[in-house]
């Protein structure tokens, strides 16, 4: 079982930075791939970013890519998403979770988080 915690977000304003992070509950964080989603009441999950082991990294939406950067730190169990260049689309409910790698499911999910960028 591993538990994820997210935390940071808040209320920011257009144009500004913030980072959120993800604390994970695990002996074996290494084999864990971490994603970062976001979802907005009345629509599908999204996923965003996510980071495996060694650092490579993917993202998915051509929205956040060159905005947002996904980064891990294995000694403290914590993958961090930075979002620079906000918008208020960015608006959503933030999530991280968890996957071994070379599986495609996410088993395991934090309670996310609320980021709301105000115009």
């Known amino acids: 079982q591993v538990q994820l915690v997210e935390s940071g977000g808040g209320l920011v304003q257009a144009g500004e930075s913030t980072r959120i992070s993800c604390e994970a509950s695990?002996?074996?964080?290494?084999?864990?791939?971490i994603g970062w989603f976001r979802q907005v009441p009345g629509k599908e999950r999204e996923f965003l970013a996510d980071?495996?082991?060694?650092?490579?990294?993917?993202y998915a939406k051509d929205s956040v890519k060159g905005r947002f950067t996904i980064s891990r730190n294995n000694g403290l169990n914590a993958v961090h998403l930075q979002m620079n260049d906000l918008r208020p689309e960015d608006t959503a409910r933030y999530y991280c979770?968890?996957?071994?790698?070379?599986?495609?499911?996410?088993?395991?999910w934090g309670q996310g988080i609320q980021v709301t960028v105000s115009a």
């Open positions: 979770a968890a996957r071994v790698l070379g599986r495609t499911e996410y088993e395991y």
């Open positions: 980071i495996s082991w060694n650092g490579d990294s993917r």
């Open positions: 695990t002996p074996t964080f290494s084999v864990y791939l």
